[in-house]
Structures are given as structure tokens and as C-alpha cells.
């Protein structure tokens, strides 16, 4: 390998490290923020569950991390942002890539790794696995690892869809309009479809990253969870619009 070569992988290595870094800590505040917002203390206080306080507190964390990542992700006009905004940010043409149509199948979206850093190394690692306060069961990692996964992938689906949806991907204006008059259908014919494809796909052995690990994953989020697709879905819609 060369040396410029070296140096670059060197340098994405390290901005890799730091993202994920980061990502672990920006999951453990949100989680945090999250027990604040949904008023745990109170509810705690009232006899309900540690556990489910803890299970309800990943998912809205992993739903705001996402979102907080992924705020204006793409511009209204000639450029593309690369990479995770705020920061570590690169503009490159629309058309850099020649076919503007290959520009759809870029991933746009920033999909936040912090909740499997955390939950894979740094739970048991901080000994929360074996911490029980009183008869408390603690959830085991694994548990928590594959709730919050399922929030995670289903709002960045839901995102993806979205900015195709609202001319990210350079649909017409016709088609926008269209989207645009029934935008509930649309989300609605989505998760349909998503589950259409994981019934074609769920006795294959899928590949990781290929087209039918891809559709196999949608369909496993429509069915996981439709309510955070749609909610986001719809959100983002009228966001990417204005
Ligand atoms: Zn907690």
C-alpha cells in the first residue's frame, strides 16, 4: 500500500472511531433525557416496572439520536451534503455521479451505531448486567440491543422513503404532487409492500448488505414497527417539503 493510501485509511479509521464514539455517548444521554421526558421518576414512584421504564426509555432514545442526526440531511438545490450534519461535512454536485438516478441508491442517512456499541460492549463492561436493585430483573443486553435496533432501522427506513419520496432521488414534480395529496397512502402502500417483500424473502439465507438482506430488513421493520415508520414517515415528509 502506498503511503497517501495509508494515510487515508489511517484517517477514516480514526473519523470511524469518533463517530462511533460519539454516537455511544450522544445514546447514553439521549436515553437519560429520555427518562426525564417520559417523567420515569414519577411513574417509578407510582409502582411501575423498572424494566419496561428502561425499555421505554431506549426506544425513545434511539428515536431522537436519529433524529438529531439526521436534521437537513439534503438541501434544496444542486449540492449534496455527505456524512453526519452538524460537521464533517462534504458538497459534491448532484450530478458528480453522472447517472442522477445512481444518486438514489447512495445512503443519505446517517444510521446512528451508538445503541450496539453500548449495549454489545459497554453494558457489561459497566457492569450494569449484573446490577439488581432489590428483586429488579435487569433486562439483559441482548434484549435492550434488538429493542432499540428496531426503533433505530425503522426511523431511518422511514427517512430514506421520505426524501425519495420528496425529490431527493430527482422524482418529477408530477410525481411529488401526487405523493403530496395522499401522503398517508403513500407511507400505507410502503409498509405494504415492505411486508410483500419479506414474505418473498424469509426462506432465504440472506447476504449481509445485498438487495435481499435490504428488502428481508423492511419488512421486518413494517412489521416491527409500523407506528415509528409512519410517524416519522409523515414527519419528514412535510419537513423535506418546505
Ligand atoms: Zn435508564
Avoid at 226 to 241: A, G
Wanted: hydrophobic content about 40%; proline content about 4%.
Amino acid at each position: 500500500m502506498n503511503s497517501a493510501l495509508e494515510d487515508w485509511v489511517a484517517m477514516y479509521s480514526s473519523v470511524k472511531a469518533s463517530q462511533s464514539y460519539d454516537d455511544a455517548i450522544s445514546f447514553v444521554v439521549a436515553h437519560e433525557i429520555a427518562h426525564r421526558a417520559l417523567q420515569h421518576y414519577d411513574r417509578l414512584q407510582s409502582g411501575a416496572a423498572l424494566q419496561d421504564l428502561e425499555t421505554e426509555a431506549d426506544r425513545l432514545a434511539a428515536l431522537l439520536v436519529v433524529l438529531a442526526r439526521n436534521t437537513k440531511v439534503y438541501p434544496d438545490d444542486d449540492y449534496i451534503l455527505f456524512g453526519p450534519p452538524p460537521g464533517r461535512i462534504t458538497i459534491t454536485r448532484k450530478d458528480f455521479f453522472g447517472d442522477p438516478e445512481s444518486i438514489c441508491l447512495l445512503d443519505l442517512n446517517y444510521k446512528p451505531s451508538g445503541h450496539i456499541s453500548f449495549f454489545r460492549y459497554g453494558y457489561s463492561f459497566s457492569g450494569f448486567d449484573s446490577l439488581g436493585k432489590g428483586n429488579a430483573m435487569i433486562v439483559p443486553s441482548a434484549v435492550r440491543l434488538a429493542i432499540a435496533s428496531s426503533v433505530s432501522d425503522a426511523a431511518v427506513w422511514a427517512i430514506r422513503e421520505a426524501q425519495w419520496d420528496t425529490g431527493t432521488c430527482h422524482n418529477s414534480n408530477k410525481e411529488l404532487q401526487a405523493v403530496a395529496q395522499d401522503p398517508e397512502g403513500q407511507i400505507s402502500r410502503l409498509l405494504g409492500e415492505a411486508r410483500t417483500e419479506g414474505d418473498k424473502h424469509s426462506d432465504k439465507t440472506a447476504e449481509p448488505d445485498s438487495d435481499i438482506q435490504y428488502e428481508f430488513r423492511r419488512s421486518t421493520i413494517a412489521a416491527n414497527e409500523p407506528q415509528v415508520v409512519k410517524t416519522i414517515y409523515l414527519e419528514y415528509f412535510e419537513q423535506l417539503r418546505r
